[in-house]
């Protein structure tokens, strides 16, 4: 029979929940030479976020910036939610100790993860005369040998992704074209 045996790491970086403040306490398993080694007070934020009742989805950055040398010890966690929406959320962690001062200051985005559609080439539509560079007077871009460069793929889900109408009212479950012109020389 396989039994779960938790590991040093997990003991290190374990914190007590509260209503905004969380609790953790420095390891001399991961101490350095005037404190607790970077990544270990980065997992034990990590921790602290992925364990909130009101977290929704995966991390996918986190930047903690070290403002003062952290003490052997405890140590409090403020914990706020900044923003959320549909599928993101923005979190700020202040770690601070006794005496109330920031020794680091952390900032998070959970995501939620979703299914990619397939995405397929497709050929770009032919731009209209009012897009086109002659209209404004100016020559065509020319590239290597005096040629005209430009994509003639555009990119688009396939199925198309689901956008908000809101957010996207003029151009709702249109392609992205994607256009691109260069010079080299002339």
């Known amino acids: 029979m396989l039994t779960r045996t938790q590991h040093v790491f997990d003991d290190a970086t374990r914190v007590v929940a509260g209503e905004s403040r969380w609790q953790g306490r420095t390891s001399p398993d991961y101490w350095a030479f005037v404190g607790p080694f970077g990544g270990f007070t980065a997992a034990t934020i990590l921790r602290a976020l992925i364990e909130h009742p009101e977290r929704a989805g995966d991390?996918?950055?986190?930047?903690?910036?070290?403002?003062?040398?952290?003490?052997?010890?405890?140590?409090?966690?403020?914990?706020?939610?900044?923003?959320?929406?549909?599928?993101?959320?923005?979190?700020?962690?202040?770690?601070?100790?006794?005496?109330?001062?920031?020794a680091a200051l952390a900032t998070a985005v959970f995501a939620e993860r979703r299914l990619?559609?397939?995405i397929s080439l497709r050929d770009s539509p032919e731009p209209s005369r009012s897009t086109k560079s002659s209209r404004l007077g100016l020559p065509p871009c020319r590239g290597?040998?005096?040629?005209?460069?430009?994509?003639?793929?555009?990119?688009?889900?396939?199925?198309?992704?689901?956008?908000?109408?809101?957010?996207?009212?003029?151009?709702?479950?249109?392609?992205?074209?994607?256009?691109a012109r260069s010079i080299a020389s002339r």
């Open 116 to 118: 990619p559609g397939r």
């Open 59 to 102: 991390p996918l950055a986190l930047t903690v910036n070290y403002c003062a040398p952290i003490a052997e010890g405890a140590f409090d966690l403020e914990v706020r939610l900044l923003r959320a929406n549909r599928s993101s959320q923005h979190w700020c962690v202040e770690l601070s100790q006794s005496g109330g001062n920031v």
């Open 144 to 179: 290597l040998g005096n040629t005209i460069s430009a994509s003639s793929k555009a990119i688009r889900p396939s199925p198309p992704a689901p956008l908000s109408p809101q957010a996207h009212p003029p151009s709702y479950g249109s392609p992205t074209v994607c256009r």
